[in-house]
Every structure is written in C-alpha cells, then in structure tokens.
Nanobody, 123 residues
Framework: QVQLVESGGGLVQAGGSLRLSCAAS????????MGWFRQAPGNEREFVAT????????QYADSVKGRFTISRDNAKNTVYLQMNSLKPEDTAIYYC????????????????WGQGTQVTVAS
C-alpha cells in the first residue's frame, strides 16, 4: 500500500550523529502510524521508535531514549530518525515501517517496510 525508501545511513564514529529519512509514496500516508526498527547480525529485529499519524505521540525503546528522536512531516510524506550520541551497539540495518493499527512496538503490526539502510558505528 505504501512504498518506503530509507536514506541517510552510513559510517559514523561513536558519539556522532546521523539523521535517517524515510520517504513514502502512496495514498493516505498521513494516517499511518510510522515506526523505525533495526536488526543487527544474528539478532532479531527490534523496535526503535514509533510516531502517531498526527505526530503528537511518540514511543522509544529504552536503549535509545534520550538519544534518538522520531518525527514526521506529513506534507512531505517523510518520517525522520535523528540519532545522536551513537554507540557501537547501534550498528544495524534500520528499517522504516508503516502500520494501519494503533501505535505499538511489535513488528507484526507494521504492514509495509522499506529495504533498510545500514548504520555502522565505529569505536
């Protein structure tokens, strides 16, 4: 229903920052709950952050709270993930996802997924 394309990943030193973008195409983007997930080699995909359709509510994994900020611009059909104070354990492929359900952290709630963008934090 919604096509998602992530960008902004790359290699960064520990303590640095990156801003990921997720550009969406498709109708009714503004009514989708959006989320960011990540998956490191050998690990299961884990929840990072989610934001309501209006942008008025957000939720973060404890591991990134205070360091990452999710936001969205519905006029631009784009969701962002600002990542500060990056740590080596943040290294993963980051995925943008869209959900037609109320806010939640389970990956199964999200129907549409981007291809992912690699974030590597060196130390």
């Amino acid at each position: 229903q919604v096509q998602l394309v992530e960008s902004g990943g790359g290699l960064v030193q520990a303590g640095g920052s990156l801003r990921l973008s997720c550009a969406a195409s498709g109708r009714t983007f503004r009514f989708y709950v959006m989320g960011w997930f990540r998956q490191a080699p050998g690990n299961e995909r884990e929840f990072v952050a989610t934001i309501s359709w209006s942008g008025g509510s957000t939720q973060y994994a404890d591991s990134v709270k205070g360091r990452f900020t999710i936001s969205r611009d519905n006029a631009k059909n784009t969701v962002y993930l600002q990542m500060n104070s990056l740590k080596p354990e943040d290294t993963a492929i980051y995925y943008c996802a869209a959900s037609g359900l109320p806010m939640g952290t389970a990956s199964s709630r999200y129907r549409d997924w981007g291809q992912g963008t690699q974030v590597t934090v060196a130390s």
